[in-house]
Each structure stands twice: as structure tokens, then as C-alpha cells.
């Protein structure tokens, strides 16, 4: 079961910039967490897979997430949002 919820919007997102943005074929889309100096970032990309993933598949779209970054993302919902000041994905831990 995938760790995180994706949101329709953010799903079609994901698809529109797969399918317009020239990302190769052997290319999924990777979620994971990035440290920094003040704590932990959510990322969210497209990578080849590595022997340290866990793969799924939503909607026809394959998901890599590093078994180490597996309990950082339990209960995260990723949306899409579009304001007057930008466009861009969104995590909420719920």
C-alpha cells in the first residue's frame, strides 16, 4: 500500500508532466525526504529505480520510494496548487 495520498489534482499533474515534459520512459516518479540544516524536506521527481526502492503503481504511473524514506511519508497527501504566486506541489502530514 502506498505510504502517501496523491490527490486527483496532483495525479494529473504528475501524468501532464510525464507525458509533455520529455521525461524518458525508464523514468517513475520519486517521492521521498531530503535533510537539510533546518530538518527534513518532502521531494518529489522523476528517477530511475535503485535497488533500495519499494515501486508501486497508481493510475498507470510507477511510484519509487527508498524503503528509508518509507515511515517520513506515512500519512503525507500530496496536492497541486495553482495561486497568484505560483504552481506547485503541496505536502500535508495529516
Do not use: W
Request: with cysteine.
Amino acid at each position: 500500500m502506498l505510504p502517501v495520498e496523491i490527490t486527483p489534482l496532483a495525479l494529473q499533474e504528475i501524468k501532464n508532466i510525464k507525458e509533455n515534459k520529455g521525461i524518458p520512459a525508464e523514468y517513475s516518479l520519486r517521492i521521498g525526504v531530503r535533510g537539510g540544516g533546518c530538518g527534513a524536506s518532502f521531494m518529489i521527481g522523476f528517477d530511475k529505480p535503485k535497488s533500495t526502492d519499494e515501486i508501486y503503481e497508481l493510475e498507470g504511473i510507477q511510484i519509487l520510494i527508498d524503503k528509508k524514506h518509507f515511515l517520513y511519508l506515512v500519512g503525507v497527501q500530496i496536492d497541486f496548487e495553482e495561486t497568484s504566486e505560483g504552481r506547485g506541489f503541496t505536502f500535508v502530514k495529516k
